[in-house]
């Protein structure tokens, strides 16, 4: 089965610090997308950022940013200067066959002030 | 506002009871999907659909059942079949498959 693994079932970090969040993956495509997604209390899952395959620069979104090595099927999700609204499960995830949103089993983040 | 809208926010079911979840879009998306959460668990895919009239089994799909009849909705009804429906269930849509997928706020369903 073609799964996402991610290593750390929890993280903590100080209020302002960078944390990074790794994650692993197995695929045979040579195209496919990555994503990270935040889960907080809510529980409704908020898209973080997107990572296509075939883009070799790393994507960003403000403070949130990817190191994506293809040849290791590795994307860590690092965080910088950390707020207290990060705190939360991320979840990475894989798009599989075109059609299937394939999740890691989640990190959970807690941000100490 | 434009969204995906989950309803209800908390089911109880009683054993041997069908329920149904209500998952609506208006965002124009042709792709649908329902996933199960089960406490401190990723996300398992029931059901998917990629166009009005058709839809595909997941990982999970025994014991639920969905339709399809309208762009906008993707209903998904737990069965007396599905032995274990305790769990949060999320609904969610995209452009098209492959396409980034955004979610609903959920439903918890808790049997009784």
């Known amino acids: 089965a073609q799964t996402v693994t991610q290593s750390q079932p929890e993280m903590s970090v100080q209020e302002a610090e960078t944390v990074t969040l790794s994650c692993t993956y197995d695929?045979?495509?040579?195209?496919?997308?990555l994503f990270w997604y935040k889960q907080p209390p809510s529980r409704q899952m908020i898209l973080v950022i997107r990572q296509e395959a075939y883009k070799q620069q790393n994507a960003t979104e403000n403070r949130f940013s990817v190191n994506f090595q293809k040849a290791a099927k590795s994307f860590s999700l690092k965080i910088s200067d950390s707020q207290l609204g990060d705190a939360a499960m991320y979840f990475c995830?894989?798009?599989?066959?075109?059609?299937?949103?394939?999740f890691g089993q989640g990190t959970r983040l807690t941000i100490n002030p | 506002d434009g969204g995906i809208t989950q309803s209800p926010k908390y089911l109880f079911r009683k054993e041997g009871q069908n329920v149904t979840l209500s998952c609506e879009q208006n965002?124009?998306?042709?792709?649908m999907y329902w996933y199960r959460q089960d406490p401190g668990q990723g996300l398992r895919l029931i059901y998917y659909?990629?166009?009005?009239?058709?839809?595909q089994k997941g990982d999970i799909a025994e014991g639920y059942s969905v339709s399809r009849e309208k762009k906008e909705s993707f209903p998904l009804t737990v069965t007396s079949a599905q032995k274990n429906p305790t769990a949060f269930y999320l609904c969610?849509?995209?452009?098209?498959?492959?396409?980034?997928?955004?979610f609903g706020e959920g439903s918890w369903l808790t049997v009784v």
């Open positions: 969610a849509s995209s452009i098209a498959s492959g396409n980034t997928i955004y």
């Open positions: 965002l124009n998306h042709d792709a």
């Open positions: 659909s990629q166009i009005v009239n058709d839809f």
């Open positions: 995830a894989r798009i599989q066959g075109a059609q299937k949103l394939v």
């Open positions: 695929t045979s495509e040579s195209d496919y997308y």
